[in-house]
């Protein structure tokens, strides 16, 4: 079940290269995620003091519910990957000029919220009009073979 899509990701940077991470939460956040509400708009993924990945800028509301017990919505969120994927992500990021961006949240067919995050390089202004440009003759190529085969 998909709870939350990053749509600027894809427009504002290359993708290289996804993958799976668990992400590690409060009660509150589990019960604001299952009624639908995140924004990933700003979020990125860094290298926190102790070595670990984190998730920042996510934006998960307060649960109303929780009164006391409530979370921060703007907080540093770890993320659960494998030690070779961690070592691997921390290389390119650090010295390859990569960032590590949050594409969708979800929950998986266990129950537990999975992040899919992508290692992606900046696109310039003129790399988004050549993908804009692609997509729209894409678009009116189909519609030309639709019209073709009708008639």
Known sequence: MIIGVNRRARHDYTV???LEAGLVLHG???????AGRLSL?????????EGNLALINA???????ANRQNHDPKRARLLLVQQ???RKLIGKTTREGYTLVPLSVYFSP???AKVELALCRGK???DKRATEKERDWKREKARLLREHNKG
């Open 110 to 112: 266990r129950g537990w």
């Open 28 to 34: 509150s956040e589990v019960k604001s995620l299952r």
């Open 41 to 49: 708009s700003d979020a990125f993924a860094i290298v926190n003091g």
């Open 59 to 65: 934006h998960i509301p307060e649960y109303k519910g």
């Open 84 to 86: 070779r994927q961690k």
């Open 16 to 18: 290289e290269e996804t």
């Open 124 to 126: 310039k202004q003129y």
